[in-house]
């Protein structure tokens, strides 16, 4: 029979855990219910920025960013923005702020986004759950060592920012998934804890006048409506951290949101009855329908107008086409409306700069189409080419980051006297890897220390691509004429 002192201690351990837990959802809740530090912000970026993107690996992978870059530089061509990743793999705040001077400050940014936390968090203490009070002491007490750390750290690097002038975005950490079913070792907690620092952050966010754009709510949600169908889905990848392609769509979608409100690629809008015409993102002119025009020896309708179209539709990859079942992207942010009312009823090809695009009903043409759902439309052909080269300035930024990440977070926990030589930079780069033996981090390291001293030398080769790939990157598009022809079949 348990003594009154045995079963008082469970009954006191039950309760904690139980605090602990209710705790966490009620912070995730109030998160939930969250808006942004600042009431409707516009966060869009402005000609001439210089853009910082400060993060752990989810930022140094390079895509939820890019794909961000890739909108400005198709719909807003003429607004030159410099886009500049600063995640460092397995980076922390504190780390952060080691690197800030010679990783961020030097940018001298007008813009930054922070979204650090998943290795703040202190994962390890969540692998085995505390059974035992003393236990749930040294858990508790070391989970609250590892937020304060964070939210000072976290702190002063808003206050460097502040000095720098930097108009400075928080970033919600990106989930942990624990609710997914994968054979990774599930550390239940983590996100409770990450959406803490959530909650925290946009408290401070609020005193500081800074806004917040959340990824843990949408994340969740989506998880949430994948895993009621099957547990062992997830728009994050199996290790439970890094988001894939879907994953960074739905971040790049949130910060979108924030950016812009829901707006047009481009419309034109036709009415033959009243003569009139309107339109956005288009200077129309040579507006001409003709009726019983006889062509190729045979009598037709064809309406032909030009379009200067000054921005260009977001150029869907293969790989991001998962993703547009979770988020309205299309919907609200890349329509490119065509309608024309007062059509002969019938059927009527498209043909934009003699390229056959598509035949449609005059119903269709007088509701709308989007145009944005052609791709071989000939406004696509430069969209693409900007895909391209931001994808080749996204890769260089990506070799860049692997080789500081070596510099600031291998080599910068030794004296400089120790690796300032061939020999020494090896000899302490050995060290430091095989502290990591037994650890699955371990063969990730080794290739990043191999690669570090077989191109170390290309950092300031991969700075200034990175620069010329930018700036390629909007010289490929300017307000270029379109030719559209719609034909009576």
């Not at 145009?371 to 696509?380: H, I, Q, R, V």
Request: hydrophobic share 35%; glycine share 4%.
């Amino acid at each position: 029979m348990k003594s009154c002192r045995s079963i008082f201690q469970s009954r006191r351990l039950a309760y904690r855990l139980m605090i602990f837990v209710c705790f966490g959802i009620l912070w995730h809740s109030i998160l939930l219910g969250a808006t942004n530090g600042r009431a409707a912000p516009s966060l869009a970026f402005q000609h001439q920025d210089t853009v910082v993107f400060i993060g752990d690996s989810i930022t140094h992978a390079g895509s939820y960013h890019g794909n961000l870059a890739l909108y400005y530089a198709t719909r807003l061509p003429d607004r030159y923005i410099r886009f500049i990743n600063a995640g460092i793999s397995g980076d922390t705040a504190k780390g952060t702020l080691a690197r800030f001077d010679k990783d961020i400050a030097i940018h001298k940014p007008t813009r930054a986004s922070i979204m650090l936390g998943m290795n703040d968090v202190n994962r390890g203490i969540y692998e085995h759950p505390p059974l035992t009070a003393a236990a749930l002491d040294e858990f508790e007490q070391q989970q609250l060592s590892a937020r304060q750390t964070y939210i000072n750290n976290m702190n002063e690097l808003l206050d460097q920012l502040s000095d720098m002038e930097t108009d400075t975005t928080i970033l919600t950490p990106s989930i942990y998934d624990q609710t997914l079913q994968a054979e990774r070792t599930n550390m239940f907690g983590v996100n409770d804890e990450l959406a803490n620092y959530a909650r925290l952050m946009s408290r401070y966010a609020k005193e500081r006048d800074l806004a917040v754009i959340d990824f843990q709510s949408p994340m969740l949600a989506i998880n949430q409506d994948i895993q009621v169908k099957d547990p062992t889905l997830s728009i994050v990848g199996p290790d439970r951290i890094h988001p894939g392609e879907t994953g960074h769509f739905v971040m790049f979608y949130q910060m979108l949101t924030s950016h812009f409100k829901p707006s047009r690629v481009a419309s034109i809008f036709v009415d033959l009855n009243k003569k009139t015409h309107k339109m956005h993102s288009c200077d129309l002119s040579d507006i001409e329908y003709q009726q019983s025009k006889v062509l190729n020896g045979k009598s037709a309708d064809i309406l032909t107008m030009s379009c200067a179209l000054t921005a260009l539709p977001f150029p869907i990859s293969t790989s991001q086409h998962e993703a547009l079942k979770f988020v309205p992207f299309e919907d609200k942010y890349n329509q490119f409306s065509f309608t024309v009312i007062g059509l002969e009823k019938g059927v009527y090809g498209l043909s934009i700069n003699g390229k056959a695009i598509d035949s449609f009903e005059s119903d269709e043409l007088r509701t709308g189409i989007n145009l944005s759902n052609y791709d071989k439309a000939p406004f696509f052909e430069p969209a693409r080419k900007i895909r391209e080269v931001n994808q080749l300035r996204v890769d260089t930024e990506k070799a860049l980051r692997d080789l500081l990440q070596v510099q600031f977070s291998m080599l910068g926990q030794y004296p400089e006297s120790m690796h300032d030589s061939k020999q020494g930079l090896i000899s302490t780069l050995d060290a430091h890897v095989e502290k990591s033996r037994g650890k699955p981090w371990h063969r990730y390291m080794r290739q990043q220390a191999d690669n570090y001293l077989q191109n170390a030398s290309n950092i300031q080769v991969y700075r200034d691509q990175a620069r010329l790939l930018n700036i390629q990157m909007y010289e490929i598009y300017q307000a270029k004429e379109y030719e559209f022809v719609l034909t009576k079949k």
